[in-house]
């Protein structure tokens, strides 16, 4: 059994949201200025760190049984 935060229901879910795009940002600032081969590499890496953190936060979510939040938020590459 998952441990149930001490944080309202509300409050948590507001966290996640905040912690959903705070992963795109760094998602965006980890290609700034990259070019060619140096992207294509780096793209690669961090697409799979944002597939994983976003994949954590919507399990946290349905944790919590957060039911308004979009099956599939992360889109596709």
Do not use: C, F
Not at 12 to 20: D, G, I, K, N, V
Not at 22 to 33: M, P, Q, T, V
Request: charged share 30%; hydrophobic share 30%.
């Amino acid at each position: 059994m998952a441990a149930v935060s001490e944080q309202p229901v509300g409050t948590e879910l507001a966290r996640l949201e905040e912690s959903e795009a705070k992963a795109w940002r760094i998602y965006s600032k980890s290609l700034e200025g990259l070019a060619g081969s140096a992207y294509d590499e780096a793209e690669g890496r961090s697409w799979d760190r944002l597939q994983r953190k976003l994949g954590q936060i919507e399990t946290r979510r349905e944790e919590l049984g957060d039911s308004t939040h979009s099956q599939n938020s992360t889109g596709g590459k």
